[in-house]
């Protein structure tokens, strides 16, 4: 074997050159040398956000900087019980750095089970290790489906083929010899081959990218995007109305400092929707974690908001409908070929490939290699061209060159084989053919004028599971297309057995421009003998179509179409290259989890949309409060312990159970369009009504105790219509969210009716007349509210 010196290349932190490495690899202390010097591949671990940047990200926020000061200002100036929103806000945030740190512990366990271990030669032998043990001068083996972790110098290369189009964009796999540079963040696609690894750690090629790329994080989602901007136009509403709150209380109205200080803040705080952040990070966080227990690894956050959002799931056969393995169930000599002749070249072929993919490994099974056959020369299957080879000498002096791969590539139209292989196909069975070849391996039309030696007739293994995935996605109205390099009527027959009916495409007479593609994938539903390149096109057809795509796969060709899907969701038995690139791993290899992940992205999606929707008629109608106090030039109606109370009952408790609720409806875009068409007039018409009432009472109640009494009235009309509002969105109504509804009823009547929980909050009703005047404002605002919300769904359609 070659070696390659690699004594040019210099570890800049420790300028020693690096020795050629020898075929066995670095020796045991050679190792230990360059852990001791730090060459070692030190990369973050995916999902390695620390505990103090969760802190931070919950604790530093904007509105929490504002809700703090004014909780320091009223715990001087007021009674505890104007106080309690910082208590509920101390919780919420250690909420949600709990969830956050479990999703994070969840998140770091899953990572280590699904992250690549390359192989190195260590001592002149073969070793699995984890990819941070990975030292400088390693050398490193590599397979089909490999993913290149570290960069490198090629120093064995066996028909070695590395695509590096995650890389440069280039489309074509890179043919690397003896001597070429092998970049991190591209993977092997067919042949095998070692290298010297010559950079390590955040030097390597791709380890800055994938560093940032595989962070724990919440943002890129359009849920986040979307309260993000519904918190930025909250920022500029409530400046002016605070300000001039602040104005009219401590300013225009001469009343006590203590009272005016605590009405002002009572005016302010209602108008930030600090609980919408929380319950959005909370929901993500739980969702991780239960879709943890189930063994599926999120590799980022937004991936279970995508998935929810897909109308349209690409699913490649392999791997995915069916098991990874195979079993041979027929050979079928032609043109009176000597069986045991083909069954020992079978068995030569079998050998002669060091990493089989699926059918080989069902055929070294069943045909075990001949000692006197010696490989000569090895050509290793590609999805591109569809077959592979080798040429032999046989040990009798005879070299023979055999291809085996799809008949319909090897074969020419017309050929008799052909019809046998449709037949078989139509039964769903895989058919290869064995083929010898005329020319040489080397020969850029090798397969022109083979001769068909015989069929081989494999079976594949279904995945019980799959059926009813398929059906569940059928119900929830995904279009499911499968996607496979294999032969269209034998994938269609696979299909038909698990329940998908549809056209059967064979892609090689797909069209080739973007519009035709799309045109052709809306109609069909089972494509066979695709490329990985075309399963890219196919991909970005659909997208162009508006779809949402999601695209399953485990091997090596599969990567270009999952890099490119909108969500790519992964077997945690496929390739490192796959797995890299999925944003979703199914790391206990079961299908049926993907129902699971979908069921979570619409829970999240739908319920935040609902929650937010709660928070936001707060946000509303407390700024119209204040605007409406500073034009009235009145004391502002509420103090903090009564907007506290309302809170609690009509959102903050009720907001909880909502977000974590299943919900099984599919997410639809315009997040912010489709919340802020009922927040709007929802808090329009709760801020008129309560401003009502208190206007009412103001009139109606005079002398000491007046201002309290006028309080009760407008806090009772405002928990009546907030009550409304919940019982809205907690349609369509179940047995649990009647109890929910109730019981926030229950809990206000209850202050209202003991006295110590009336001293408390300062809620009494004084009188009979304005406590139902109060209740009277609230039906006619809660029928405003039904007619309002139901021309908003005519005339502004979500």
Known sequence: MTHIDAGAELDPVHPVPLPSTPSTGLTTTEVAERIARGQ?????????????????ANVFTRFNAIIGVLWVIMLFVAPIQDSLFGFVILANTGIGIVQEWRAKKTLDSLAVIGEARPTVRRDGLATEIATHEVVLGDLMETGPGDKIVVDGVCAVADNLEIDESLLTGEADPVVKRLGDTVMSGSFVVSG???FTVTKVGREAYAARLAEEAARFTLVHSELRTGISTILKYVTWMMVPAALGLIVTQLVVKNNELGDSIARTVGGIIPMVPEGLVLLTSVAFAIGVIRLGRKQCLVQELPAIEGLARV???????????????????????????????????????????????????????AYPDSEEWRCVESLPFSSARKYSGATFSEGNGETSTWLLGAPDVLLADGDPALAETERLNEQGLRVLLLARAARDLDDADVAEGSGPTALVVLEQRLRPDAADTLRYFADQNVRAKVISGDNAVSVGAVAAKLGLRGTAVDARRLPTDRTGMATALDTGTVFGRVTPRQKQDMVGALQSRGHTVAMTGDGVNDVLALKDADIGVSMGSGSEATRAVAQIVLLNNSFATLPSVVAEGRRVIGNITRVATLFLVKTVYSVLLAVLVVCWQVEYPFLPRHLTLLSTLTIGVPAFFLALAPNKERARPHFVRRVMRYAIPGGLVAGIATFATYLLARHYYTGAGALAAETSAATLTLFLISMWVLAIIARPYTWWRVALVAAMAAAFLFVLIVPALQRFFALKLVGVTMPWTAVAVAVVAAVALELLWRWVDRRFPA
Do not use: F, W
Not at 40 to 56: K, Q
């Open 192 to 194: 095998s081959g070692a």
């Open 311 to 365: 109308d349209t799931v690409c699913l490649d056969k392999t791997g995915t409908l069916t098991e990874g393995g195979m079993d041979v169930t027929e050979l079928r000599p032609l043109d009176h070929s000597d069986e045991t002749y083909v069954r020992r070249v079978l068995g030569a072929l079998g050998e002669s490939d060091p990493h089989p993919n699926a059918s080989l490994q069902a055929i070294i099974e």
């Open 40 to 56: 070692v591949n030190d990369v973050p671990v995916r999902s390695s956000r620390s505990l103090a940047e969760i802190v931070r």
